[in-house]
């Protein structure tokens, strides 16, 4: 009887991956139809104002490095001015990120438990929905990934090619959010952690430094061939600084409380928490390389957050790919327990299995499949006509009155006008193809 109930186990958890697959699959379809959220909105604009012969920090004023704006102008550049073209470029980074994890988790765990990861981890990132997708925090992550891949291996150390790689990604991050160089924490760990011999760590430490400052060094030779070096330095450096500097009289009360608000709220971290820290101590017993790869990885994403102090979903992105390999490495364990242990029968062994596979699944998809499923449902009702175009736009709350206001800008001005949007509404310029006076 146990035997004949793994089966259906197993048929049944066969048949939720596939449906899982094509809930991630339709999701990507109807975030072609998403609308812009506010940082979107100015990521928008400030791409279309680089599309234009802009630059930002000079012509287009926000505080973030110039990654986002860049990659927001290429998938204009690519698609057209749409809502929908970035759509398209993020979802291309998932699919390389994905890839890169399916690879990570196999070579540690087993291709089931990998694809597994993979799939929850593309569903955890697609329950952001619309406001927090197609963001920097998020590219952050993906970026991160391939660092883990190439460093974090089971055989073979890396060569210097990779430690380099791995610099170029942490670098990129840096052009997202300056103190996201602090990334550069987990190939000094990596580094350190097998204890080579100094001329070994030398090397190492020199080749990530080299890659971590060439996309540096390259911005600031644009900005400075552009004549834009100092207000480059003086937006995404100097204003930041001064910014976060005044939140430290915020105390360490207050940002605990909103770090254990969410670490412990009804997200998918809480649900993960058990199985990560199984998994960092199964992943010390096989690999301190490994384990302090994770662990410096979460230390510098949760850090990242607080040093902000602004618990949004979208600034935990980075934290999530480390949650979901730990986790997949606690479950192998687990389950490799399980197999091998004399002290059970066989058929209890298996019905434990069972019924932990069965419960992890039930509880971590209902967290990060229920959105997703909810947004196809709304997108469905649009496609079939039986919810109009504005009604679907109100299903997303504030940005149906920035699409409305567009149109009433692009009725009321000419082409060739320029507009002033106060506060956040910067999508209205983008999605009413005018452009700003000045920054």
């Not at 952050?140 to 090619?161: D, E, K, N, S, T």
């Not at 009804?266 to 096989?286: D, E, K, N, Q, S």
């Not at 709304?378 to 109009?388: E, F, N, R, V």
């Given at each position: 009887v146990i035997d004949m109930q793994y089966v259906y186990f197993k048929r049944a958890s066969g048949m939720l991956f596939w449906l899982l697959l094509v809930l991630a699959v339709l999701t990507a379809g109807a975030s072609m139809t998403w609308p812009f959220g506010w940082d979107q909105g100015i990521f928008a604009w400030i791409g279309d104002v680089v599309s234009r012969g802009?630059?930002?920090?000079?012509?287009?004023?926000?505080?973030?490095?110039?990654?986002?704006?860049?990659?927001?102008?290429?998938?204009?550049?690519?698609?057209?001015?749409?809502?929908?073209?970035?759509?398209?470029?993020?979802?291309?980074?998932?699919?390389?990120?994905?890839?890169?994890?399916?690879?990570?988790?196999?070579?540690?765990?087993?291709?089931?438990?990998?694809?597994?990861?993979?799939?929850?981890?593309?569903?955890?990132?697609?329950?952001?929905?619309?406001?927090?997708?197609?963001?920097?925090?998020?590219?952050?992550?993906?970026?991160?990934?391939?660092?883990?891949?190439?460093?974090?291996?089971?055989?073979?150390?890396?060569?210097?090619?990779?430690?380099?790689?791995?610099?170029?990604?942490?670098?990129?991050?840096?052009?997202?959010?300056?103190?996201?160089?602090g990334f550069l924490l987990v190939p000094a760990v990596v580094a350190r952690a097998d204890r080579p011999r100094p001329a070994v760590l030398m090397a190492r430490a020199a080749a990530c430094l080299a890659g971590f400052l060439l996309p540096l060094l390259l911005t600031l030779l644009w900005f400075w061939q552009q004549g834009a070096l100092d207000t480059f330095i003086e937006v995404t450096l100097r204003y930041p600084a001064d910014t976060y500097r005044s939140l430290v009289q915020f105390g360490v009360e207050e940002r605990l409380r909103g770090?254990?608000?969410?670490?412990?709220?009804?997200?998918?971290?809480?649900?993960?928490?058990?199985?990560?820290?199984?998994?960092?101590?199964?992943?010390?017993?096989?690999?301190?390389v490994l384990a302090a790869g994770l662990i410096a990885w979460m230390l510098v994403a949760i850090g990242a957050v607080v040093i902000q102090n602004r618990f949004f979903i979208y600034h935990w992105l980075p934290l999530i790919p480390a949650l979901v390999i730990s986790a997949a490495i606690g479950i192998h364990a687990l389950f490799d327990g399980l197999r091998e242990s004399t002290t059970w029968p066989k058929h209890a062994k298996a019905g434990m299995r069972g019924i932990l596979a069965g419960s992890l699944m039930i509880v971590f998809v209902l967290h990060v499949a229920a959105l997703?499923?909810?947004?196809?449902?709304?997108?469905?009702?649009?496609?079939?006509?039986?919810?109009?175009t504005d009604d679907y736009h109100r299903h997303f709350g504030s940005p149906a009155d920035d699409i409305a206001m567009a149109r009433l800008v692009g009725k009321l001005t000419r082409e060739d006008d320029k507009v002033v949007i106060f506060g956040w509404n910067s999508s209205i310029l983008f999605l009413s193809r005018r452009q700003s006076p000045t920054r």
């Open positions: 802009g630059l930002p920090s000079r012509d287009g004023w926000d505080i973030k490095g110039p990654l986002p704006y860049y990659v927001y102008a290429f998938a204009q550049w690519l698609f057209g001015a749409h809502t929908w073209s970035i759509r398209i470029v993020d979802i291309v980074f998932v699919l390389v990120a994905d890839l890169m994890l399916f690879r990570m988790v196999s070579a540690w765990c087993n291709r089931p438990i990998a694809a597994w990861s993979t799939l929850l981890f593309t569903l955890w990132y697609a329950s952001g929905s619309y406001w927090n997708t197609a963001q920097p925090d998020g590219w952050v992550m993906m970026l991160m990934i391939p660092v883990a891949a190439i460093l974090m291996r089971p055989q073979h150390p890396a060569g210097w090619a990779a430690w380099w790689l791995a610099g170029v990604f942490v670098g990129c991050t840096a052009l997202a959010k300056f103190f996201y160089a770090l254990l608000e969410h670490l412990t709220g009804g997200g998918g971290i809480a649900v993960t928490l058990p199985f990560v820290l199984f998994g960092l101590y199964a992943g010390w017993r096989r690999s301190p997703p499923a909810f947004e196809v449902l709304h997108w469905g009702a649009y496609l079939s006509g039986k919810t109009s």
